[in-house]
């Protein structure tokens, strides 16, 4: 059983009681209205209060509460009054990926039988039945050697690996093994390959024997996916898509089951924003150019729902990607202010900032750099195709306790910095929806490529 929590702000009594409104009225389908409504914050209160509740036990991905959160999302594009991707009956876009995990493990190395604590491993192939050194390139990893590094050139090239890594790296090594035996999702097994970590200071391997099985299965996920068509005819701009996306997925629940990771911030947040940026533009009716509202699963194992969203699509018709994560908290710039990752690949900040100059604020670059945040979510993917794709945030990752944490709930979050970032996106993108902005291409041979076995 979930044990809820209690909110922690009175200020929010009012917003849970919308939120519990809302969730009745999704019971039965929506009839567009003839007059969009304006966005309000208001009703980006609601949106939130709904998406973290603890009735969806944290939106875990392949979770029956995943689909209730979908069927919410697709019940707001349905009332603002957009429209399914071509081709599709609704908004959901489902597909199926594989799961892989671990189940069992032996390695013998120069006679001597390795204990469990000592290995970890990635796969994409069922059996492995390793017996002589030939089978299988083997590296030695040094203690002074760049573990991280070295793990990230066998995973670009793929093929079959068998790693010795020195216990200065214990630690580092205890980090892989856990992500490893959680399991493995991949979109496709287009690459075959498998890396066996052995936690050992052997520099010389003269005989091996590693046996191992991986279970192999197929699961489905569902992005939601919406389309406010462009008003402009016969030209360029006619072609031209752009997207606002976020992740509705999270982590689930402890566990034991007595709580719930809301992911209020990450990426309720985000989510609320693209619902209500589309039902902004609806109200408005002045896109020019096509309008994508796509909410991704899957981000937190992966970031699959881009990954396969990105495939059913043509990256040079999508004139940029707003990628909308944890906006729920005031970033180190002030209160309702943001900031978005790679800045540098694209002049896409630069022409949002122009927009914003006459509301005297601005898109921030990125503050944490050595974070790697460009890679980390689901812009990637798209920038990978050349897309000006950048994630905004507001988060301040040096000083949040509640990323990835059971106290990411509402109660944790300032909704008038929110609702004003919200603004912002919708001030700062207009040039986007209109066709008058056009910002240039991500150089794609300065993205780092997709690692092929995990």
């Not at 969009?36 to 036990?57: F, G, N, P």
């Not at 069927?71 to 399914?84: A, C, D, K, V």
């Not at 402890?254 to 992911?263: I, L, R």
Request: hydrophobic residues 40%; proline residues 3%; contains cysteine.
């Amino acid at each position: 059983m979930i044990i809820k929590k209690s909110l922690k702000k009175s200020r929010l009594t009012l917003a849970l009681f919308a939120g519990v409104a809302l969730l009745s009225a999704c019971s039965e389908p929506a009839v567009p209205d003839a007059k969009i409504a304006k966005m309000t914050s208001i009703q980006v209160i609601k949106d939130i209060t709904y998406l973290a509740s603890d009735d969806l036990k944290g939106r875990a991905s392949f979770s029956p509460e995943i689909d209730k959160a979908g069927e919410y999302i697709s019940q707001r594009f349905t009332e603002i009054g957009l429209s399914p991707l071509e081709g599709n009956k609704d908004f959901k876009q489902t597909f199926k990926v594989t799961s892989i995990v671990p189940e069992s493990l032996t390695v013998t190395l120069n006679g001597i039988a390795i204990a469990e604590e000592s290995l970890a491993m990635a796969s994409t192939i069922a059996t492995l039945s390793w017996k002589n050194i030939e089978d299988v390139e083997i590296h030695i990893i040094g203690e002074a050697d760049d573990m991280r590094k070295s793990l990230g050139a066998m995973n670009n090239a793929g093929g079959q690996h068998l790693v010795i890594i020195h216990s200065a790296h214990a630690k580092m090594f205890a980090g892989y093994k856990g992500y490893f035996q959680r399991g493995l999702t991949k979109l496709s097994l287009d690459h075959q390959g498998a890396i066996v970590m052995v936690l050992a200071d052997d520099n010389k391997i003269t005989s091996i024997d590693v046996n191992a099985t991986i279970s192999i299965t197929e699961k489905e996920l569902t992005n939601i996916v919406a389309v406010l068509p462009g008003t402009a005819k016969n030209t360029k701009t006619a072609n031209e898509t752009v997207l606002y996306s976020s992740h509705y997925d999270h982590l689930g629940v402890t566990p034991d089951g007595k709580e719930v990771f809301n992911g209020a911030d990450d990426d309720a947040s985000g989510t609320s924003a693209v619902i209500n940026l589309a039902q902004h533009f609806a109200s408005k009716g002045d896109n020019k150019r096509t309008l994508m509202f796509s909410t991704f699963t899957a981000e937190e194992i992966g970031g699959f729902g881009s990954k396969y969203f990105s495939q059913q699509l043509n990256p040079d018709d999508v004139v940029a990607m707003i990628n909308i994560e944890m906006i729920g908290k005031p970033s180190k710039f002030g209160a309702g202010t943001l900031w978005m990752t790679g800045m540098e690949r694209s002049n896409l900040g630069e022409l949002l900032n122009a927009s914003l100059k006459a509301n005297n604020t601005e898109v921030y670059e990125d503050p944490y750099p050595e974070q790697g945040l460009f890679y980390r979510s689901d812009n990637a993917t798209l920038a990978r195709l050349g897309v000006p794709a950048h994630s905004f945030s507001s988060t301040q990752l040096d000083k949040d306790q509640h990323y990835h944490q059971t106290s990411d709930d509402i109660s944790s979050l300032d909704l008038d910095s929110m609702y004003k970032v919200i603004e912002s996106l919708s001030v700062a993108t207009q040039g986007l929806v209109d066709g008058s902005m056009t910002p240039t291409r991500i150089d794609m041979s300065k993205v780092r490529a997709k690692g092929k076995i995990y």
